[in-house]
């Protein structure tokens, strides 16, 4: 018996030895572990030995199973190595990763929060408005009457209702201090919309950034101050800025600032990127009458205001010369802000 398991041992451990894939591997396993396997069959002669045998045999056939398994196991780790260095046969290893391209802020989105973020340390909060407004709001609570050129059905996209899509942010300073005290100093980021002649510095929808500072002693000068500081820190301490009377309906003085854009490939030139002015008394008036209070009379506050065009900034910021650039979504363009 004892030479019988020796013989089975060594057939097995050549069979493993030969096997060159998992399926001979399992092959040759079942051939001797198996249920009919060789060496469970002469397990199986035990019963018939005697008293005295019966251990020795016993300790054969375990050490034998063992080596058996033991050997079957690093056969099967080798196939696996093997097969995972198959998998790999002809890839070099060692050349950098494919890189992923990385996606990253709309330079309208940029310049939108590099302004907010400029605007809320100088204590500015954010605001916000409908975008589909009532002429109230957009026009009479901002002291624009009936025949201002705004309001004409070809400046200004009307639905059915009445309503109509804002042409300003200003819309939300109205709404701010109807519901507000004073002081009250906001900035109400956002679209807006006109019928307007597409061209290189004009679109149909576009971003404005609307401010509105109003307490006890507003002046000119805190308006020319705060704007000043903010345009340089948005595009540095040597930028040109000029400030040119105009006029607003709801602001009194009113200018419109111009900054130099320097677009690449054109002689700099002067842009308008925003409009601003003392409130007119007759809008923190008309406010009274709405809220029924005189918390806003224009005998006890003073304030002024501001709207830009985000997307006009974004052209300054970075010298680009026509604004539809901004909406084509073309990638070549927009990787440049990555
Ligand atoms: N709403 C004006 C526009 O869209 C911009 C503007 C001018 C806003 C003067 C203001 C302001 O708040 O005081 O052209």
């Given at each position: 018996m004892k030479q019988e398991i020796e013989t089975i041992q060594t057939d097995a451990l050549a069979a493993i030895d030969a096997a060159g894939d998992e399926k001979s591997l399992d092959d040759a396993r079942v051939a001797f572990l198996g249920k009919k396997g060789r060496l469970t069959v002469a397990s199986?002669?035990?019963?018939?030995?005697s008293k005295e045998d019966k251990p020795v045999v016993g300790q054969l056939l375990n050490v034998a199973r063992q080596a058996i398994t033991s050997a079957i196991e690093t056969k099967q780790t080798a196939l696996a190595d093997e097969a995972d260095k198959k998998s790999v046969q002809?890839?070099?290893?060692t050349l950098p990763a494919r890189s992923l391209p990385v996606g990253a802020l709309h330079p309208i989105t940029q310049v939108k929060d590099s302004a907010i973020q400029t605007l809320r340390r100088m204590g500015f909060a954010l605001a916000e408005g409908p975008e589909i407004e009532d002429e109230f709001h957009c026009f009479d609570a901002l002291n624009t009457p009936e025949d201002h050129p705004a309001r004409n059905e070809k400046d200004t996209f009307y639905f059915d209702s009445g309503k109509l899509l804002r042409t300003h942010t200003s819309s939300v300073q109205i709404r701010t201090m109807e519901k507000a005290t004073p002081p009250v100093r906001i900035i109400a980021p956002g679209s807006a919309y006109r019928r307007d002649e597409i061209d290189a510095t004009h679109l149909s929808v576009f971003n404005q950034l609307e401010g509105l500072y109003v307490d006890t002693d507003v002046k000119l000068g805190d308006l020319k101050g705060t704007l000043e500081f903010f345009l340089r820190s948005m595009f540095g301490d040597d930028t040109e800025v000029r400030f040119r009377p105009h006029f607003f309906p709801f602001t009194e003085p009113s200018f419109e600032i111009d900054i130099k854009l320097h677009a690449k490939g054109q002689e700099p030139k002067w842009i308008e990127i925003a409009g601003c002015g003392m409130v007119d008394p007759a809008v923190f008036e008309s406010l009274c009458e709405t809220r029924g209070?005189?918390?806003?009379s224009p005998d006890k506050v003073t304030g002024f205001a501001f709207g830009m065009g985000i997307d006009r900034l974004a052209m300054i910021k970075w010298g680009i010369k026509d604004i539809r650039l901004l909406i084509e979504n073309d990638v070549r363009f927009l990787k440049q802000f990555a």
């Open positions: 199986a002669g035990m019963k018939d030995l002809g890839i070099d290893l209070d005189d918390v806003f």
